[in-house]
Nanobody
């Protein structure tokens, strides 16, 4: 069955960096478009970044453009989100999302990111 497991969240000071990972299993990873979403307390879930099946054409929300980078390693069945210049407003639960040849979406359980001094 499809499984997505996020890791790499934690507490970081403003201006710091974190790298999130999403380990995938149960499907052919190269057949999936991968995305990262986030949901802050009392807020709706929002799309942060997405990357196509072969790693091209990444797209970012305006709020993270220039600070976050989405990538993937199809050989390792893993997607990443490199987050730099973190701000308190980036505090949220971050979720990995997969759409596999048009099916899904499938979600991971999330990893918490807290940006605070």
């Amino acid at each position: 069955q499809v499984q997505l497991v996020e890791s790499g969240g934690g507490l970081v000071q403003p201006g710091g960096s974190l790298r999130l990972s999403c380990a995938a299993s149960g499907f052919t990873f190269s057949n999936a478009a991968m995305s990262w979403y986030r949901q802050g307390t009392g807020k709706e879930r929002e799309l942060v970044a997405t990357i196509s099946m072969i790693g091209g054409r990444p797209n970012y929300s305006d709020s993270v453009k220039g600070r976050f980078t989405i990538s993937r390693d199809n050989a390792r069945s893993t997607a990443y989100l490199q987050m730099n210049s973190l701000k308190p407003e980036d505090t949220a639960m971050y979720y990995c999302n997969a759409v596999i040849l048009g099916l899904g979406p499938y979600w991971g359980q999330g990893t918490q990111v807290t940006v605070s001094s």
